[in-house]
């Protein structure tokens, strides 16, 4: 081969490489494949909005279809947390005591809407001895995590009686644990008291145990987003018009849930089950709605006082300042 062409063969080659890096593609490394958003959330009812979004296409619907939607369930919210902070999930819905706890050490997170108050109760096993709050010493209590929503309402609506955790040198011992398995624990002795969302609740009463307090009573119970809508700051400022798709999805799942209870339920009961593998029956679903309140609103001021409560109970290590956490420019209303 002449020495002019074998220069010219080497060049188109090169140019072809060239080329070829340039191609732009996805996370999967292909080609005109779709842009993959992960939302995730838990499997109670709380988060119904997300099981409903699923449900109805919403997100879907939202982002366009150039983008695969991808959900992702999480047992409790420091797993969702890593998730948050490591990118594998884009948006989702979790209580606002793992945001606030992760937030205050650096973490990059943004409350963008809220999505469900109320909803949290703490029942006593029918064979604990616990019949009211003069009864607690010694025993132990479950929530769903350290530091979570559930267990910053019921330690702060407990200090108020002047009883503390063993974590802070108290009692009443602490552990934590999957809501959906607080029955057979119950039932095991393993645990005395459970500081749960709902539907656990009502399943947990129907099943013998006893209301000893209520979501009106608990601390926060009613004015505290009991889950929120969180992103990164670092999406919102890469990607605005991709948030305020997300929670205008949300806000309407939001208000389909307000406006057609009856189907929400359905769907929700579905959807857990599908997860968890239990059937809720609608007796202990319709009992659980009572309590709870889907709403999109966030009051600050709550959320401060709540922060409050989290450093007071050494959660956190320093006092935190929320200002920054709570960016609701994406609400329609």
């Known amino acids: 081969m002449k020495k002019g062409l074998l220069l010219a063969l080497i060049s188109f080659l090169f140019i072809g490489v060239l080329a070829a890096c340039g191609t732009t593609s996805n996370s999967n490394g292909s080609k005109g494949d779709k842009e993959e958003v992960v939302i995730g959330y838990f499997p109670n009812i709380d988060h119904v909005p997300a099981m409903i979004a699923k449900e109805k296409k919403f997100f879907e619907e939202a982002l ?32 606002p005591g793992p945001v606030m706890n992760n937030y205050a050490n650096g973490a990059d997170v943004k409350i963008v809407a809220g999505a469900s108050s109320g909803g949290t109760v703490v029942v006593a096993s029918a064979t604990s001895g616990v019949e009211s709050l003069d009864d607690l010493a010694g025993k132990t209590f479950i929530t769903p995590g350290v530091g979570c929503t559930h267990d910053v309402q019921m330690e ?4 108020d009686y002047g009883i503390t955790s063993a974590r802070i040198g108290g009692t ?9 398995q607080y029955g057979a624990m119950f039932e095991s002795g393993k645990v ?49 018009e991709l948030i ?27 959807a857990i089950k599908e997860i968890t593998n239990q059937e809720l029956d609608k007796e202990i679903v319709e009992s659980a709605w009572e309590r709870v309140t889907y709403t999109t609103e966030v009051n600050a001021e709550v959320v401060q006082e709540f922060a409050n409560s989290s450093f007071d109970l050494k959660f956190l290590k320093e006092k935190p300042e929320f200002s920054d956490l709570i960016d609701t420019q994406f609400l329609t209303k």
């Open 64 to 95: 366009g279809e150039d983008v695969k939607v991808t959900y992702k369930t999480f047992p409790d919210g420091g797993a969702f947390m890593t998730a948050l902070k490591t990118g594998d999930i884009h948006a989702g819905l979790v209580g």
């Open 156 to 159: 702060t609506f407990l200090k």
């Open 172 to 180: 009443l011992k602490h552990v934590t644990g999957n809501p959906a």
């Open 244 to 270: 305020a798709n997300i929670v205008a999805a949300h806000e309407k799942s939001v208000n389909f849930i307000n406006e057609n209870p009856e189907e929400a339920r359905e769907i929700a009961m579905k």
């Open 192 to 240: 005395d008291l459970a500081a749960v969302p709902e539907p656990w609740a009502s399943e947990l009463v129907k099943a013998g145990a006893k209301i000893i307090v209520d979501t009106e009573e608990i601390s926060y119970g009613t004015t505290l987003p009991n889950t929120v809508l969180v992103t990164s700051g670092k999406l919102i400022n890469e990607d605005k």
